[in-house]
């Protein structure tokens, strides 16, 4: 996992104009980062205090683990469990790695012991709110057209 960068000054004004501006985001009073449900349910769109514009999807390893052992007392193997979380998170990124990557996204996986999720990023413009605001509203177009 990379070191978290530094917030940027212009932050604060940015983090009020997209809650005002922008409805939904989840516990829109974190200083760190504002997190918006996107309308494919596997998605969220996060934009970081050091400006970074986010979209991700993960699984949970033990809602994945729930799952796959579909109520047995049969435990899972951490590399199967890993293995198949892999698979999981690959056929839902899958449909949009070709958009996000296009458009400029960079992909980082991250996976632990609690998650595996894939993230894409790229660095916004706190200085033209309007820009970031319809760059928002474009990522949540092109998820909602995926199912």
């Known amino acids: 996992?990379?070191?978290?960068?530094k917030p940027s000054t212009l932050w604060?004004?940015?983090?009020?104009?997209?809650?005002?501006?922008?409805?939904?985001?989840v516990d829109s009073s974190s200083p760190e980062s504002l997190t918006l449900?996107?309308?494919?349910?596997?998605?969220?769109?996060?934009?970081?205090?050091?400006?970074?514009?986010?979209?991700?999807a993960g699984y949970d390893m033990e809602d994945m683990k729930s799952m796959l052992s579909d109520g047995t007392p049969e435990d899972l193997g951490t590399d199967e469990l890993a293995?198949?979380?892999?698979?999981y998170l690959q056929q839902t990124?899958?449909?949009?790695?070709?958009?996000?990557?296009s458009q400029g996204f960079t992909e980082r996986i991250e996976m632990n012991d609690s998650y595996v999720?894939?993230?894409y990023e790229r660095?916004?413009?706190f200085g033209n709110l309007a820009d970031l605001q319809q760059q928002i509203k474009t990522c949540l177009t092109w998820f909602s057209t995926s199912r």
């Open 12 to 25: 604060p004004q940015a983090r009020t104009y997209l809650v005002n501006e922008i409805h939904g985001w």
């Open 83 to 87: 293995k198949q979380a892999k698979f």
């Open 117 to 119: 999720a894939a993230h």
């Open 1 to 5: 996992m990379s070191e978290p960068s």
């Open 37 to 56: 449900p996107m309308p494919d349910e596997d998605w969220l769109l996060e934009i970081t205090a050091d400006g970074k514009l986010v979209c991700m």
């Open 93 to 101: 990124v899958s449909r949009h790695r070709p958009k996000l990557i």
């Open 123 to 125: 660095p916004v413009d």
